[in-house]
């Protein structure tokens, strides 16, 4: 027997929300309703549902959030853990996703209510789209919880650091070379003590070497670079602002690295982020940040989608005989691409196979970016290849897939098809009016004839 399904859009604002319930064929069961963010409103909402399943004769209720940035955690977090009383799913829609979904819907008006609704819509019209949860505890709730924290307080350092760099261009230019990628933490410690060039003039060896990481030969140089610094800014708020600054950013440095201890020590730890740890490259922090982005990969039917949807693959433009601008297309979760990238990178070191496809295209004259950009797309297709077929990594299953697909293509001749399915109703003619490119490319093609050409013809 067929089990009728609802489906419960959420239109999420700051401290409430709206509300309305669809069936399966798009008819409204429930008008728009509003509950505040707070305990009463959450238990109101598990007493509407319930009745609302017997009213209607429901088998389930799907309920389904627009990802705000944060404001939809609080109903997603108490449906997750109480939502089994009433047989609900929990999903989340992309907000871009809902407006495009509109659009297509000739919809121009948007309120509250009709929010709620083109919500429900969205989750009837592209279930494909979102990733279904069912209600009750997660292990990878804990885990995401942690991880955005961390992320959070990388990014506030980041901040801070940037701030810190401004600064440090006045007080002390001479330092930012040892900025380029990130703070060390003998820096860091060396401005608590001396936060500018002029505070530094007065200092001796023995008073830098007494900061950790700084060796007589640094000091000296230290001491020199202080001497010779273009910078005589110096006052007692200038100081006090760059010890601050030095002395926050050391404290996070410090917090992040105590927090992915944490979490790698974790030992309930799911499935798909042991497989991920199996690829000489990606560590406990970096497979959780993955599976986060992911979220269910059964979302992709191919590891093409997945390279598109977070934007390793190459982008071009095509039109007519010109084909332009080849690069990564960077669309999509940037978070994804920062955590590929330093996979990549671990990749180089700890992965020989990794290893030996970026050599062979810098090889083929590849700048490192771009050859960077070829193996974090790679990467992404094997993680897609494990994560699917719930396998560790083996580097000879990938060895043997990219032996197949050369096969494949020489059997079919796959390179070369291209041009000859375009024209296999009419031969290739250089009497159209082309421009002077396209007729270059047609007596380069009429020059070496195939078989298919001579078949073509209406």
Same mark, same amino acid.
């Given at each position: 027997m067929f089990m009728k399904i609802g489906y419960l859009g959420i239109d999420v604002s700051k401290g409430y929300s709206d509300f309305m319930l669809v069936s399966s064929s798009r008819e409204v069961l429930?008008?728009?309703?509003?509950?505040?963010?707070? $305990?009463?409103?959450?238990?109101?909402?598990?007493?509407?549902?319930?009745?609302f399943k017997a009213k209607h004769d429901l088998g389930g209720i799907n309920a389904v959030l627009e990802s705000t940035g944060g404001y939809e955690n609080n109903w997603h977090t108490y449906l997750k853990n109480e939502g089994h009383w009433a047989n609900v799913r929990i999903g989340r829609v992309n907000p871009y996703g809902v407006k495009h979904d509109s659009f297509a819907g000739m919809e121009r008006t948007t309120t509250d209510a009709t929010s709620a609704r083109r919500i429900a819509l969205y989750a009837i019209n592209h279930p494909e789209k979102i990733n279904w949860e069912e209600a009750g505890y997660d292990v990878m709730d804990s885990l995401r919880s942690m991880y955005n924290y961390i992320r959070t307080r990388v990014k506030q350092k980041v901040q801070l650091q940037n701030q810190l760099e401004k600064l440090?261009?006045?007080?002390?230019?001479?330092?930012?070379?040892?900025?380029?990628?990130?703070?060390?933490?003998?820096?860091?410690?060396?401005?608590?003590?001396?936060?500018?060039?002029?505070?530094?003039?007065?200092?001796?060896?023995?008073?830098?070497?007494?900061?950790?990481?700084?060796?007589?030969?640094?000091?000296?140089?230290?001491?020199?670079?202080?001497? $010779?610094?273009?910078?005589?800014?110096?006052?007692?708020?200038?100081?006090?602002?760059?010890?601050?600054?030095?002395?926050?950013?050391?404290?996070?440095?410090? $917090?992040?690295?105590?927090?992915?201890?944490?979490?790698?020590?974790?030992?309930?730890?799911? $499935?798909?982020?042991?497989?991920?740890?199996?690829?000489?490259?990606i560590g406990r922090y970096s497979a959780i940040g993955i599976m986060i982005e992911i979220e269910d990969i059964n979302r992709f039917e191919s590891s093409k989608l997945i390279c598109s949807f977070f934007g390793v693959h190459p982008k071009f433009k095509q039109s007519g005989d010109k084909t332009a601008g080849i690069k990564m297309s960077k669309q999509g979760s940037s978070d994804m691409r920062a955590i590929l990238y330093m996979v990549a990178k671990s990749a180089l070191v700890y992965n020989p196979h990794i290893r030996k496809i970026y050599d062979r295209f810098k090889q083929q004259g590849m700048a490192h970016n771009q050859a960077m950009g070829v193996i974090m797309h790679k990467i992404l297709r094997i993680i897609y290849g494990m994560l699917k077929s719930k396998t560790r990594y083996i580097p000879e299953v990938d060895i043997e897939n990219q032996q197949r697909t050369i096969v494949e293509q020489k059997r079919t001749r796959k390179v070369q098809t291209d041009s000859k399915k375009k024209h296999r109703y009419q031969q290739i003619s250089t009497e159209a009016p082309v421009s002077k490119i396209e007729l270059k490319k047609r007596k380069e093609q009429l020059s070496s004839p195939s078989p298919l050409m001579d078949k073509c013809g209406v």
């Open positions: 429930e008008e728009a309703f509003q509950l505040s963010d707070n $305990q009463q409103g959450h238990v109101t909402l598990l007493n509407l549902m319930k009745k440090l261009y006045t007080a002390f230019p001479e330092l930012l070379g040892y900025t380029q990628e990130q703070l060390p933490l003998w820096l860091l410690n060396l401005l608590q003590k001396f936060p500018t060039a002029a505070a530094m003039r007065d200092a001796r060896v023995e008073d830098l070497t007494l900061i950790k990481g700084i060796t007589a030969e640094k000091a000296a140089m230290l001491l020199r670079k202080a001497d $010779q610094s273009i910078s005589w800014a110096d006052n007692v708020s200038l100081r006090e602002i760059i010890r601050g600054y030095a002395k926050d950013i050391a404290d996070l440095v410090r $917090q992040v690295e105590d927090l992915k201890k944490s979490l790698e020590r974790q030992k309930e730890i799911p $499935q798909g982020i042991q497989i991920l740890e199996s690829f000489q490259g």
